[in-house]
């Protein structure tokens, strides 16, 4: 028994329909698998970083680091949430790629509730292990560094909140001001809330065709959100990346978790030596007003209790003093009448 030509055309339409869906997915898994080929292929171990982090002995593979560092199977701590503690991480191998992409997985966390800090810095510099005032590091540095502030006593024409990220690259002859957040030397930057979350936190900076863009992921959607872009940043090749962290009388935990480093292609024609040329970019944000941090309202609870209260005892004494004074006056006049 055949089937009808209606049911018969029926019939060859489901099966094309099913035969185009089954080419469609076949396809799309193969895309999809050479795209993470592709992905992993250019990530280069030399530069990364993640668990388990340690080989033999209390060594990473690729990475130094100094300071009140400390490694443990699931994060490595730059600083406790302790006052005064300084911590970095730093590559051994100098990069090569003229193009590149970090993605960095970190988590910064600690007991303060209207007051922390410092922060921590992200570093692609061609000094390495040397420690500083800059959230861990030199000052006056050649290189990239990307500044994640997160000291949340600052007032005054900043014109931002914190946490705070902001980019800065450096020839060897600029001063970070802390009294300024660095604005007066910054690329760029952007307000992040990544303080004492539930979840995982990351950042990437993307370097490619002179290009900077900073992007965050922060709230938990997979996706990256971006932070700011700069063009016209010229960077060298051969320097190195390292993470810092630092803490004052304000502290905090600051956590790495991952890096993870990825080749970007190169331009097809390049006539200067990358490994030659000095960090710089064509563009800056505007100056800003230098202004002093305010002092809490002057001073300290404390100091302000011992004033008062030697404001009491002087008040005490003048009133002894003066009812001694009285008392004697009253005595001499009866002595008068006798």
């Known amino acids: 028994m055949f089937p009808s030509r209606g049911n018969l055309s029926t019939l060859l339409t489901k099966a094309t329909v099913a035969a185009v869906l089954l080419l469609l997915v076949t396809f799309g898994v193969r895309d999809s698998t050479q795209q993470q080929y592709d992905a992993n292929d250019y990530m280069k171990r030399e530069h990364s970083l993640f668990k388990p982090y340690q080989g033999s002995g209390m060594t990473i593979p690729y990475w130094d680091f100094i300071g ?3 490694v443990t199977n699931s994060y490595i701590r730059l600083t406790p949430d302790l006052q005064s503690k300084s911590g970095a991480i730093w590559n051994q191998m100098p990069c090569t790629s ?6 960095v997985n970190f988590k910064v966390h600690g007991k303060g509730k209207d007051l922390f800090g410092d922060g921590f810095a992200i570093w692609y510099a061609r000094d390495r292990l040397n420690t500083g005032p800059v959230f861990g590091s030199r000052d006056n540095f050649l290189g990239l560094a990307i500044i994640l502030d997160t000291y949340s006593n600052h007032n005054g024409p900043h014109n931002h909140q914190h946490p705070y990220i902001s980019a800065m690259v450096n020839n060897g002859s600029l001063s970070y001001d802390h009294d300024r957040d660095g604005t007066h030397t910054q690329l760029a930057g952007c307000e992040a809330k990544f303080r004492n979350v539930d979840y995982d936190t990351m950042i990437s900076i993307r370097y490619e065709n002179d290009v900077l863009t900073v992007s965050t992921d922060l709230e938990n959607k997979n996706t990256w959100k971006q932070c700011f872009q700069v063009t016209g940043v010229k960077l060298p090749t051969g320097y190195y990346f390292g993470v810092s962290a ?4 304000l502290s905090d935990n600051h956590d790495l978790l991952a890096i993870k480093f990825y ?3 190169a331009p097809a024609l390049l006539a200067e030596d990358r490994s030659r040329i000095i960090p710089s ?7 800003r007003e230098h202004k002093e941090d305010p002092k809490q309202g002057g001073m300290s609870n404390v100091k302000i209790f011992f004033l008062i209260l030697l404001v009491m005892l002087i008040v005490v004494v003048l009133v002894v003093i003066g009812i001694m004074f009285y008392q004697k006056h009253q005595e001499n006049s009866r002595k008068r009448f006798y």
């Open 246 to 249: 630092t803490t004052g009388d």
């Open 98 to 103: 003229i193009n590149w992409e970090v993605h």
């Open 281 to 287: 970019a064509e563009t800056f944000d505007a100056p």
């Open 263 to 265: 080749e970007l292609e």
């Open 68 to 70: 009140s560092t400390f």
